[in-house]
């Protein structure tokens, strides 16, 4: 006898529907699945098993084959242990119910219970998408799955509730989606405490502004890793577009607290040992590496030089092109990744050049090959250098109240309002976006902004890139002040955010 059960599978961060067929045949008793199936599919077999058993279901004592078709896409994760249970039911008449218009997903423990799985979310999109009208879910996925529109969602906790539904003995909950979409209040750190350093506070609300890569060099202690992870909290919020999109890449990467959409933007700080497929993705299972992770967010590399070269370097390509493309044998996947860029690092091993108190104990061979580790495409690909310098006393006893990261927040939102409305149909959201055939239509220079423009290029000898950077940042600047033009001081506080490279790298 055959059946047939509709399930969802992954490519990347999206699903896609896949037939779980069974047939039962005379011969000798045996487990087939084919279709390409990973180790975790395989193993199915005996969890299915067990919980027919375990349910008080007969489990066939015939020739099992099941296969899951498309049968030329690979097929991981334990999502299909219940809909290949299903289908082993329906096979062997143990359930007469139409299960036309549904899909299902769901690992399955050896008692029955239903547990929960990666990447409900897109593989629930998919399963609209593909026309499916209802889907069951474990009941822990089931939050996170109905924020997708037009389909019913139901929660299933284990098999025998299940098949109640399914016959009509009973009735499963229907997961409802929240009715609107509503920003979460930040629960980042907050700007107000920190003391002096007006500099790079100003700095990271350009960058924020403007979604710029920005670099913090200072001693220790100056309060480089305080500033960037408050970064955060000048955001502006994000869109439900935005959120959904975030949501489904951690969903498959098994990272979501649980809630329905992430409401707020990701914040990841990797340590410095992490190898480079961990960085942009990858693996022998492919997974969303710390740059997907960090979509629509900030990735902050604390450190920098300690990172690995190959690292490093890993992080050209997702900079410029804003997705990583995985190649396999199998697949060829692509995981999306807008991220700003926040890195932190000393000026030399010791830390202390250029210190105004501390002698550098560090030799000019020791300091210059501790800054070669950064290399210039990657500077070239950072918009803002910033030196964060030593705070003085009289700053950290003073007890006015610093600005606080709501009232920048205002700001970064208004400058964010301007560029949306400048930039509409473009698909573009941030200045640091601009492509290049953009790049003249949006930044109109006044005379002597051009001049100043000219001049820096050649004094500070900035390649192509640096210059469509420096161009992107002075339009910020400007944006935040209201301005239409770019005027000279845009590109001057803009220049100033790109000289910092020169001193410590021709210096060092």
Not at 88 to 93: E, F, I, K, V, Y
Not at 219 to 227: A, E, H, N
Not at 263 to 279: E, M, Q, T, V
């Amino acid at each position: 006898m055959f059946a047939q059960v509709m399930s969802m599978g992954l490519m990347g961060v999206d699903g896609f529907l896949v037939k779980v067929e069974a047939d039962l045949s005379q011969g000798l008793p045996g487990f087939d699945v084919v279709g390409l199936p990973g180790a975790a599919v395989r193993e199915s077999r005996d969890r299915v098993r067990s919980s027919m058993k375990n349910c008080g279901f007969d489990y066939p004592v015939s020739r099992i084959t099941v296969n899951l078709a498309p049968a030329d896409v690979r097929k991981e994760g334990s999502v299909y242990d219940l809909p290949l249970l299903l289908a082993l039911l329906r096979a062997g008449g143990q359930l007469n119910a139409s299960l036309d218009g549904c899909a299902f997903l769901g690992e399955l423990s050896l008692t029955g219970d239903i547990r929960p799985v990666k990447g409900a979310l897109p593989m629930v999109i998919a399963a609209r998408d593909g026309g499916m009208r209802r889907v069951f879910v474990p009941a822990a996925n089931a939050v996170e799955a109905a924020v997708t529109d037009g389909i019913e969602v139901y929660a299933a906790g284990n098999v025998p509730q299940l098949l109640d539904h399914l016959t009509g003995r009973g009735e499963l909950p229907r997961a409802v989606a929240p009715k609107a979409y509503a920003h979460a209040a930040s629960t980042a750190e907050d700007f107000a405490d920190v003391r002096g350093q007006a500099s790079a506070r100003r700095a990271l609300e350009v960058a924020a502004a403007g979604a710029h890569n920005i670099l913090l060099i200072g001693p220790p202690g100056s309060g480089k890793s305080m500033l960037a992870k408050r970064l955060p909290s000048i955001l502006p919020d994000m869109t439900r577009e935005e959120a959904l999109e975030v949501t489904k890449i951690h969903s498959v990467a098994g990272t979501l607290p649980g809630g329905g959409l992430l409401r707020s933007r990701p914040f990841r700080a990797p340590h410095h040992n992490i190898s480079a497929p961990g960085l942009t993705g990858g693996g022998s299972l492919p997974r969303p590496g710390e740059v997907s992770l960090a979509h629509q967010g900030v990735l902050f590399l604390d450190e920098l030089p300690e990172f690995s070269r190959q690292s490093m370097e890993a992080l050209r390509q997702p900079l410029e092109e804003r997705r990583v493309t995985i190649s396999r044998v199998n697949a060829t996947l692509s995981y999306p990744c807008s991220f700003m860029l926040a890195a932190a690092m000393n000026p030399c091993p010791c830390g202390y050049f250029g210190h105004p108190a501390r002698a550098c104990t560090c030799t000019p061979k020791a300091a210059r090959q501790y800054l070669a580790r950064v290399s210039g495409p990657l500077l070239d690909r950072i918009d803002l250098h910033i030196e964060v310098p030593p705070v003085e006393y009289d700053k950290l006893a003073d007890d006015t109240p610093a600005e606080s990261s709501a009232e920048i927040r205002r700001r970064v939102n208004a400058a964010r309002l301007r560029q949306q409305e400048r930039l509409k149909g473009t698909g573009i959201t941030a200045n640091a976006q601009i492509p290049p055939g953009l790049l003249r239509q949006a930044c109109p220079l006044t005379p002597a902004a051009q001049t100043l423009l000219k001049s820096a290029f050649d004094r500070l000898g900035l390649s192509a890139r640096a210059y469509d950077r420096l161009l992107k940042v002075a339009r910020t600047i400007a944006d935040l002040d209201g301005a239409d033009t770019l005027d000279s001081a845009h590109i001057a506080e803009a220049v100033q955010y790109r000289s910092l490279d020169r001193k410590y790298w021709e210096k060092g």
